[in-house]
């Protein structure tokens, strides 16, 4: 029975703190003990945690880059095939391709397709869609209680890992299992 | 290392804790609304006005264009004058949510929800006029966007400043709504997370995407937020830039100046920062945030109201050195007429509330005192609104051609349609102060200090 829900959960060992700092210091003694920590979850950000967990930096910014230069084409294409190609129109013997007045336009659309871009490029790679059950390690991580979650897959020392938070003030400390279907980060 | 001023006041008083600031900053939104009575009469009450300025709309669609005060010699008035008016209120809230990210002045945690949430009302209210004043906004598409159509196809014309500001004005609503959505994920799933009532647990648990406060994603979450930032920023420079194009691309005296960019930019700013001035006095009261939103906030922005009137009033004097100086004698007699013409007073109004009122915040007397405040901010708007009227009215009423020159006056509708739009608005704030958290919570537990392990701080202060 255990063999089959190891399976398909994963373990979580929870360290629920009220206190940034105290949390920070926690998880380093964590990491230099050698406990696998999944994911910390917080109902603001604190600095330096993501580091600490070893979270890659993002590429959204290389995804916003090239969003925005989609729209800088998409401006100058959009702009050249209606005033050079589709209607050119003399107006006072004026260029149709007139210089600084298309500026505008491309610096907008490149602005909007670069925020757009990448915020539903956000969206996506966090999978967050409307109506997405949320898996709360609390139910006051969104209010004021930050909680360390230790994946517990190939920990042995459960009763080490549990004392290092207590160590650190955690007012609690339990275990949490968690269909796997259901999480994915 | 980190260093704290020891001289610097905090930025949260009153010794809050995390919980504290959620139960402060979600009372109004878990008060059931029958029980807010002053709410619900200054929501109806907006709501009234809001009515009567949609009905001003629908009479002018009905009866055409005519029903303003237009004539021959001045084109456009109340419609432009309130959408440049409108447009530059919505500033202050991206340079507060944008701009001082950037410059990491952590003040703006307090006030930058309330601040986009006001950059997106006010937005829609200037909207409101370039689509109204075609009259037949329904068949406006055309005239705006670049559709194809049975007519060539006759694209729109991408050398106008007009055309220029449909994709400035549309791209700047379009990214600060993303922008404040964005910063409201966090503090929508605490909502969701305290919600008893079903549709309220629905509705907040829908539109918070399933946020759980992992790490991955707040590191993810604040990247995002900080490119936002930096694209903002030049955006608000670009869509007031833009905006100050619509005059200065023009051949009319006292409007084909350089300076309108910056000086569109420092005007929308400050017009901006005298709203979110008149919102925060009235929502820090009414909500008892006094201790998230304080006193040093107030007097913060009393500051940045300082400098960028002083930075209008620099401008103004700029302008008229400039006609001088030029040896140009339309610009030279146009810049006379503004303030000596029949639209005297409507210069001395701008001058006395843009240049010399905001110069009291100076004292700090003045900057502490809420009821001072309020009144300085709303002359703030004032000034504002006539700066439009000014520079707009005054240059065309009197132009080239003595035999063309004329006066305009607004008729009963635009006045409707003009105060319509403050009912627009304040319906959208109140609805905004009601069902969504006025305060950042998120950024606002970031400021709380927490004790550090006694051991742990020897170690800092080794370094």
Redesign the interface.
């Known amino acids: 029975m255990t063999t089959m829900r190891q399976d398909i959960t994963k373990h979580f060992l929870l360290g629920k703190f009220?206190?940034?700092?105290?949390l920070m210091?926690a998880v380093q003694e964590l990491q230099s003990e050698g406990y696998p920590i999944y994911?910390?979850?917080?109902?603001?950000?604190?600095?330096g945690?993501?580091r600490l967990?070893g979270?890659k930096?993002?590429r959204?910014?290389v995804a916003?880059f090239f969003f925005g230069m989609t729209g800088t084409i998409t401006a100058l294409a959009?702009?050249a095939y209606?005033?050079v190609m589709?209607?050119p129109m003399d107006?006072g013997g004026?260029p149709n391709w007139?210089g600084p007045?298309?500026a505008?336009?491309t610096?907008?659309?490149s602005?909007?397709f670069?925020?757009?871009g990448?915020?539903f490029s956000?969206?996506g790679?966090?999978?967050?869609?409307?109506?997405?059950?949320?898996?709360?390690?609390d139910?006051?991580?969104?209010?004021?209680v930050l909680v360390v979650a230790i994946d517990m897959k190939e920990v042995e020392n459960r009763e080490k890992a549990e004392s290092i938070l207590k160590k650190h003030e955690a007012h609690e400390v339990v275990d949490k299992y968690v269909h796997d279907d259901l999480f994915e980060? | 290392m980190h260093y704290e001023s020891p001289l610097r006041e905090p930025l949260i008083l009153g010794g809050r804790t995390y919980h504290d600031v959620t139960e402060e900053v979600l009372k109004p939104l878990e008060t059931p609304p029958q029980k807010m009575k002053m709410w619900l009469a200054a929501f109806g009450f907006s709501a009234l006005v809001a009515g009567m300025g949609v009905s001003c709309i629908l009479y002018l669609f009905f009866e055409g264009v005519g029903a303003w005060g237009l004539n021959k010699t001045i084109g456009w008035a109340f419609d432009i004058t309130n959408f440049v008016f409108w447009v530059g209120i919505g500033h202050a809230g991206t340079l507060i949510s944008a701009i001082l990210l950037l410059f990491r002045q952590t003040w703006r945690n307090s006030i930058n929800r309330a601040a986009e949430a006001m950059t997106i009302f006010a937005v829609i209210c200037a909207a409101l006029f370039p689509l109204i004043h075609m009259g037949r906004p329904w068949v406006g598409a055309f005239w705006v966007l670049p559709l194809p159509n049975t007519r060539g196809s006759l694209w729109v014309n991408f050398n106008s400043p007009l055309l220029w500001d449909v994709f400035a004005i549309s791209t700047y609503f379009s990214v600060s709504l993303i922008f404040w959505y964005l910063g409201l994920i966090p503090d929508l799933a605490t909502i969701r997370d305290r919600a008893k009532n079903k549709i309220a647990k629905i509705a907040y648990g829908a539109l918070s995407l399933g946020w759980n406060g992992s790490t991955r994603t707040w590191h993810r979450f604040e990247i995002v937020s900080l490119v936002l930032a930096g694209l903002a920023t030049p955006l608000v420079l670009s869509v007031h830039t833009i905006v100050s194009f619509d005059f200065a691309t023009s051949i009319v005296p006292g409007w084909h100046t350089t300076i309108f960019p910056p000086y569109f930019v420092a005007g929308a700013i400050f017009s901006g920062f005298g709203m979110v001035q008149t919102l925060m006095v009235v929502t820090r009261s009414a909500f008892k945030l006094q201790n998230l939103i304080t006193i040093g906030h107030m007097e913060a922005m009393a500051k940045v109201v300082i400098l960028t009137g002083s930075m209008v009033g620099l401008a103004y004097a700029t302008e008229f050195f400039i006609a001088w100086y030029s040896g140009n004698l339309f610009e030279q007699f146009a810049f006379i007429n503004r303030a000596f013409g029949p639209y005297w007073w409507t210069y001395f109004i701008m001058v006395t509330c843009n240049v010399v009122s905001p110069q009291l915040f100076w004292f700090k007397k003045v900057r502490t005192s809420m009821t001072i405040t309020f009144i300085l901010s709303i002359f703030v708007n004032i000034g504002m609104w006539f700066e439009r009227f000014v520079i707009i009215m005054t240059s065309l009423a009197r132009d080239y051609l003595p035999s063309a020159w004329a006066l305009y006056n607004p008729t009963m509708i635009e006045l409707g349609t003009l105060i319509g739009t403050f009912g627009i608005f304040f319906t959208c704030f109140f609805a905004f102060a009601k069902f969504l958290p006025v305060v950042n919570m998120f950024e606002v537990k970031t400021l709380i200090k927490m004790p550090h392990r006694k051991g742990h701080d020897e170690h800092g202060s080794d370094h």
């Open positions: 009220r206190n940034p700092n105290y210091d994911d910390v979850y917080t109902p603001f950000p604190v600095h945690l993501d967990i979270v930096r993002s959204l910014t916003a959009m702009m209606m005033l589709d209607w107006i004026k007139p007045a298309i505008p336009v610096f907008e659309l602005v909007l670069s925020a757009f990448m915020v956000f969206f790679v966090s999978k967050m869609y409307p109506g997405k059950k949320p898996i709360l390690m139910e006051r991580v969104t209010d004021d980060v």
